[in-house]
T-cell receptor, first 115, second 113 residues
Framework: NAGVIQTPRHKVTGKGQEATLWCEPISGHSAVFWYRQTIVQGLEFLTYFRNQAPIDDSGMPKERFSAQMPNQSHSTLKIQSTQPQDSAVYLC?????????????FGPGTRLLVL | GDSVTQTEGQVALSEEDFLTIHCNYSASGYPALFWYVQYPGEGPQFLFRASRDKEKGSSRGFEATYNKEATSFHLQKASVQESDSAVYYCALSDTKSNYQLIWGSGTKLIIKP
């Protein structure tokens, strides 16, 4: 059973360009999470989908960040007008249940570098 | 809000040494507690969890016991190997949302061959 798949693994963009990151959750998992990891801030929650519906985007920087889950097999995180401070590892995770304190399983992450 | 504290930023040991990485938390109620391990270039890997006071979680020789009174979930291993070199994260499931993971700052474990 494949784990969470994230593509691309690495992405380099110029300042002001758009970046789209893809996540394929584990088959059968109904909850999908996005986190951001930096040396300074550590791991930070960005957003959460339950059964494809957006539930909580309280961690998303407003204006430039957006996330979607058009079907149960993939989610995207889009960053418009990227800035150097957006450079980070973006992690996607999924869990089996859509409620409760379930275990989240992480993908390998997408390392984004904004020049 | 809920929080997790890992006091050691880095731990350096020799092979076969005993490992303890300290994790203390602040939260109301009974949050689920987790240990994850992260190797270079990879995402955090789930190690194990505990959900109730005095419950022990374990995997791959690592273990930790949920201590409600001390608000702790310390990671231990009796005899570390070079392959255990990684960053270890303690996390809890936020008691307000019930799904958002609140992370410690991580502890880098270095095993000297």
């Amino acid at each position: 059973n494949a784990g969470v798949i994230q593509t691309p693994r690495h992405k380099v963009t110029g300042k002001g360009q758009e970046a789209t990151l893809w996540c394929e959750p584990i088959s059968g998992h109904s909850a999908v999470f996005w986190y951001r990891q930096t040396i300074v801030q550590g791991l930070e929650f960005l957003t959460y989908f339950r059964n494809q519906a957006p539930i909580d985007d309280s961690g998303m920087p407003k204006e430039r960040f957006s996330a979607q889950m058009p079907n149960q097999s993939h989610s995207t995180l889009k960053i418009q007008s990227t800035q150097p401070q957006d450079s980070a590892v973006y992690l996607c995770a999924s869990s089996t249940r859509d409620w409760g304190q379930d275990t989240q399983y992480f993908g390998p992450g997408t390392r984004l570098l904004v020049l | 809000g809920d929080s997790v504290t890992q006091t050691e930023g880095q731990v350096a040991l020799s092979e076969e040494d005993f490992l303890t990485i300290h994790c203390n938390y602040s939260a109301s109620g009974y949050p689920a507690l987790f240990w994850y391990v992260q190797y270079p270039g990879e995402g955090p890997q789930f190690l194990f969890r505990a959900s109730r006071d005095k419950e022990k979680g374990s995997s791959r020789g690592f273990e930790a016991t949920y201590n409600k009174e001390a608000t702790s979930f310390h990671l231990q291993k009796a005899s570390v190997q070079e392959s255990d070199s990684a960053v270890y994260y303690c996390a809890l499931s936020d008691t307000k949302s019930n799904y958002q993971l609140i992370w410690g700052s991580g502890t880098k474990l270095i095993i000297k061959p």
